[in-house]
């Protein structure tokens, strides 16, 4: 029973279970048999070593945790590769690490700090270049927006009228972790994600332009 006076349906899966039902829902399962053996092994390390719902659940269903679509979304390939892999997961220093995964890196990805702001930096989620991520239809993109319409999606992080928005601090990809919005009123300060959430963008790795 919820706080609000409801009631919280909570599916209880066999890791391996819960497998076969992400991997489909996060990859093409036409993919080759190594990667999809590879991404079962993410997404059973992912599931073990995170808790999105405190003592409530252990896994979101969706983009929050990992896309789980359950036995009706099971097919062969993403299966035999499960059991392929069966108790495999990713470790550091004995202990199972939350192997993030995403659909375009745009070619390089980034340190844990400069996603996660404030999150302790760890070896293995250090930015590396990803060479093959020119096969994503999202590899570049362009959003083109008015000057009226860029502050109004920016509301009150502008004082008075914009002017610009000046990059102050980038990661190593090097996205943005740090910018100022430069109004006729002042400038306000904020961070790449803020800016990614009120603009719409793809990514934070992002340049402005007028």
Request: hydrophobic share 40%.
């Given at each position: 029973e919820s706080a609000l006076g409801g009631m919280n349906v909570v599916n209880a899966v066999d890791i391996d279970d819960y497998v076969m039902g992400v991997v489909p829902g996060e990859v093409p399962t036409s993919w080759h048999e190594e990667a999809?053996?590879?991404?079962?092994?993410?997404a059973r390390s992912y599931a073990l070593s995170t808790d999105a719902g405190g003592?409530?659940?252990?896994?979101?269903?969706?983009?929050?945790s990992q896309v789980y679509r359950g036995a009706k979304a099971e097919v062969k390939s993403t299966n035999a590769a499960v059991r392929a892999t069966a108790g495999e997961v990713v470790k550091y220093k004995g202990k199972t690490i939350a192997t993030y995964f995403f659909s375009t890196s745009g070619g390089r990805t980034e340190n844990i700090e400069n996603v996660w702001y404030g999150a302790t930096p760890v070896p293995y989620l250090k930015s590396v270049e990803d060479p093959f991520d020119d096969a994503s239809p999202r590899h570049t993109?362009?959003?083109?927006?008015s000057q009226a319409t860029m502050q109004a999606k920016l509301g009150n992080l502008v004082k008075g009228k914009l002017r610009s928005i000046k990059v102050t601090k980038r990661g190593v990809s090097p996205r943005v972790v740090k910018a100022r919005i430069v109004g006729s009123r002042g400038s306000t300060t904020t961070?790449?994600?803020?800016?990614?959430?009120?603009?719409?963008?793809?990514?934070?790795?992002?340049s402005f332009k007028r």
């Open positions: 999809l053996k590879a991404q079962s092994v993410a003592s409530l659940f252990d896994q979101y269903p969706d983009t929050r993109w362009t959003i083109r927006y961070d790449g994600t803020t800016l990614r959430a009120r603009l719409g963008l793809f990514d934070t790795w992002v």
